[in-house]
């Protein structure tokens, strides 16, 4: 059974801390995905990665960076939250068809 | 870029048949993708079309016209439990690989008695 596994489900920080959401995928899948889900907008890309230490920018990259050391491990960094980062976090995982998406990460900055 | 258009909302009646589109343009397409998603849960796989024509998968199909940019998922014998939102998302071939994924909005389906 395939698997993406988001470290946290729920997450409150405050504003100014460095926050790290890691994702880890067991289906060795060259390309993962960061993304953010808000009401009315949808699935916004915020980085993805199509091979170890390979990233590229999504749409939405700015406030967000990511590390990708090992193949199964990409890691969404906010350098410094702002409560406008406050949101639904999912990640993604990616062969040669469909995505598998983990269970998402509810971060609020505070 | 990519740019993807889907309605916002749809309401059914159970039994029916509901068919929900989604237009796109974008720079370089390699494959189109619908998922389901429940609320509070992450988004399912439901079809994928990289060719034109029509994908059948039990009660949902999926069509897809690559000249025109625009796909339909096809939901028959509704059922209450189809109520959700159902995401359009196109992959682009020109950027990271070929693997870029990009979502539309999503069309929150609604299924009435």
């Known amino acids: 059974d395939v698997k993406v596994t988001q470290s946290s489900r729920y997450l409150v920080k405050r504003t100014g801390e460095k926050v790290f959401l890691e994702c880890v995928q067991d289906m060795d899948h060259e390309n993962m995905f960061w993304y953010r889900q808000d009401p009315g907008l949808g699935l916004r890309l915020i980085y993805f990665?199509?091979?170890?230490?390979?990233?590229e920018k999504g749409d939405i990259p700015e406030g967000y960076s990511v590390s990708r050391e090992k193949k199964e491990r990409f890691s969404l960094i906010l350098e410094s939250a702002s409560t406008n980062q406050t949101s639904m976090y999912l990640c993604?995982?990616?062969?040669?068809?469909?995505?598998?998406f983990g269970q998402g990460t509810r971060l609020t900055v505070v | 870029g990519q740019n993807i258009d889907q309605p916002t909302e749809m309401t059914a009646t159970e039994g029916a048949i509901v068919q929900i589109n989604c237009t796109y343009q974008?720079?370089?397409?390699?494959?189109l993708f619908w998922y389901q998603q429940h609320a509070g849960e992450a988004p399912t796989f439901l079809s994928y079309n990289v060719l034109d024509g029509l994908e059948e998968k039990g009660r949902f199909s999926s069509f897809l016209s690559r000249s025109k940019g625009y796909s339909y998922l096809l939901l028959k014998e509704l059922q209450m439990k189809d109520s959700a939102s159902y995401l359009c998302a196109v992959r682009d071939g020109l950027t990271g690989g070929g693997n870029k994924l990009t979502f539309g909005t999503g069309t929150q389906l609604k299924v009435e008695l």
């Open positions: 993604a995982s990616k062969g040669n068809t469909e995505a598998f």
């Open positions: 990665s199509y091979d170890v230490k390979m990233k």
């Open positions: 974008t720079s370089g397409f390699n494959g």
